[in-house]
């Protein structure tokens, strides 16, 4: 009686490690990025809008409010700004469209308390975008893919993601300074 348990109890794990295997093996095409999706990238010369025209688009949606963060980077195919800003009781958020300048969202969303403490560029006193991707273009090999321009540690910095191949690198600049602060490669 005690081969008949063992055996039954071993069939029984067979066919449930052959069920998880089956499972894990399946045809799954909802999850994994259409191969156009992997490979297709936006090129930085569809870049028509510059950062300036940008935080404009970013005040006339949402006039008087601070900029907090500028974003530059590819969705869908193709780069787009988000510009973050806020108030004493709010943030902001518009996504424009970096080819045709076409505001593509916007939100505002009451803040928390840990948003209280949050700084505004002041964007006459920073390096611009294209000084950031020569600094760090020139700190590594690659193009500069896409751009991050915030506040980190009580300092203003870009973060300048630089791409070779499959290869990214993120290099964080200060924006003031023009001091490489890190380098950090992307696994």
């Known amino acids: 009686m005690t081969k008949k348990w063992t055996k039954l109890a071993a069939g029984v794990t067979m066919a449930g490690a052959l069920l998880l295997t089956a499972t894990a093996c399946s045809d799954d095409k909802k999850s994994e990025p259409k191969t156009s999706e992997v490979t297709k990238k936006a090129k930085t010369s569809t870049i028509k809008l510059s950062q300036a025209d940008a935080i404009s688009k970013f005040h006339k949606q949402y006039s008087g409010k601070d900029v907090k963060e500028i974003n530059l980077e590819t ?70 893919t896409a751009w991050k321009l915030t506040h980190d540690d009580k300092k203003t910095v870009w973060e300048v993601e630089v791409t070779k191949g499959n290869r990214k690198q993120d290099v964080t600049i200060n924006a003031k300074t023009k001091k490489v602060i890190s380098v950090e490669k992307d696994d």
């Open 75 to 144: 969705e869908k195919n193709k780069y787009i700004y988000e510009v973050e800003g806020f108030d004493r009781t709010h943030e902001y958020e518009v996504k424009i469209d970096a080819n045709s300048g076409k505001i593509l969202s916007h939100k505002s969303e009451k803040s928390n308390l840990d948003e209280l403490n949050e700084q505004a560029l002041d964007i006459d006193k920073l390096i611009s975008r294209n000084q950031a991707t020569k600094i760090a273009e020139k700190e590594v090999d690659g193009t500069a």
